[in-house]
């Protein structure tokens, strides 16, 4: 989705967020008043259609029981959120990077930041083997003639071929359809594919996503689709080498738990042109911004950003950490992703083979 938004924190203030890829050229923005939402064309007088919240595949964890800890449920806040939406469930699964070790403990490992800087300027990712530098890497995406790019990152998984994204950045809300194709490139910067260009041969979102979507582009309430605002790419190998064979795959939390969080892509929004691996920092995040079930960090990243991980417990050495969730909608003032949990575990499971 390419649609700005607007949110209210509970303590911050109001937030244009732009949701979805980087249009190549970005399109200009149109602020949409949360006050008054898409409203349904109705005749006067006639009811408007039933707003219904969408849960996650299991019950709402509200206290942190996991065992392998990665830091704060839900940020501190209630898994509900002010408009009655759930996150995806936590689920107790922890799945370590392929190479390195994530520094468990509270705050980051990087300063604060939400400018946008480049990540580690002057390295060079392909011999770098941080996996923060190569295992990020922009997402092209065509529909209809046009085209666009989000951020993904390689995932450790048991194909080794397997990206995680946006949800948005896999089915296309303006075609009502799946992307003509999707190809990635690990560790781009400047039109250097330094591991290659990927096809994408399968995909997963969330049913929680296109239902409560569909909803919201149809006129209703935004129905907690950014709650479910995540996905998942397996790419076709290449000469038998899978995507974690050439790069790595960076760990993934599904605890629904956060330390902070280091956030990596490719923003195309303006100052930024979606060529460089560019982040934020962010030590403490708050949840629900505007009633939905999102973690929020002071980051001025937006269009192209979708799909960037939001990693914790991350070793600046090695590069290695958690995503605990992905970048579903920001701009100039926040960036909003949805934490992972049960919905996102299995859907993982249903496309890793």
Same mark, same amino acid.
Request: proline residues 8%.
């Given at each position: ?42 005749? %006067? ?82 011999? %770098? ?24 990152? +390689? ?34 910067? $400047? ?21 409560? =979507? ?17 996905? *998942?790419? $397996? *790419? ?15 760990? +993934? ?18 100052p930024f042109d979606s060529e ?31 799909? %960037?991980?939001?990693?914790? =417990? ?21 960036a909003y992703g949805p934490p ?5 575990? =299995? ?7």
């Amino acid at each position: 989705m390419r649609l700005p938004r607007l949110a209210t924190a509970a303590l911050v203030a109001a937030a244009a967020l732009t949701v979805g890829g980087c249009v190549l050229p970005a399109p200009p923005e149109r602020p949409v008043d949360r006050a008054d939402p898409r409203a349904p064309t109705t005749p %006067s007088g006639a009811a408007a259609p039933e707003v219904v919240p969408v849960e996650p595949d299991a019950p709402i964890t509200t206290a942190d029981e996991t065992a392998s800890d990665t830091g704060e449920l839900y940020a501190g806040f209630p898994g509900e959120t002010s408009d009655g939406f759930l996150p995806d469930a936590a689920v107790d699964v922890v799945l370590p990077p392929t190479t390195g070790t994530p520094v468990v403990r509270a705050g980051i490992a990087l300063p604060v930041h939400e400018e946008g800087d480049e990540l580690l300027p002057g390295t060079q990712h392909e011999g %770098s083997r941080n996996l923060l530098l190569t295992t990020s890497g922009r997402l092209e995406l065509a529909a209809g003639g046009a085209e666009y790019t989000c951020s993904g990152t +390689v995932i450790n998984s048991a194909s080794g071929l397997v990206v995680l994204t946006a949800a948005h950045c896999i089915f296309d809300d303006d075609t009502r359809d799946w992307y003509d194709r999707i190809s990635f490139a690990p560790a781009y910067e $400047r039109g250097d594919a330094p591991f290659g260009t990927w096809v994408a041969e399968d995909w997963w979102v969330p049913e929680q996503y296109l239902e409560a =979507n569909d909803r919201w582009l149809d006129g209703a309430d935004d129905d907690g689709w950014m709650g479910f605002d995540f996905g *998942f790419i $397996r *790419f076709a190998p290449q000469a038998s080498m899978t995507l974690e064979d050439a790069v790595g795959g960076q760990g +993934v939390s599904f605890t629904a738990e956060s330390n902070g969080v280091v956030i990596a892509g490719y923003p195309g929004n303006d100052p930024f042109d979606s060529e460089v691996l560019r982040h934020c920092a962010e030590d403490r995040l708050d949840y629900g911004a505007g009633g939905d079930a999102n973690y929020g960090a002071d980051c001025a990243m937006g269009d192209g950003a979708s799909g %960037s991980a939001f990693v914790s =417990n991350l070793d600046p050495k090695t590069g290695a950490g958690h995503i605990t969730a992905v970048f579903s909608n920001g701009g100039a003032t926040g960036a909003y992703g949805p934490p992972l949990g049960v919905t996102a575990w =299995n859907g993982l499971q249903s496309i890793d083979d």
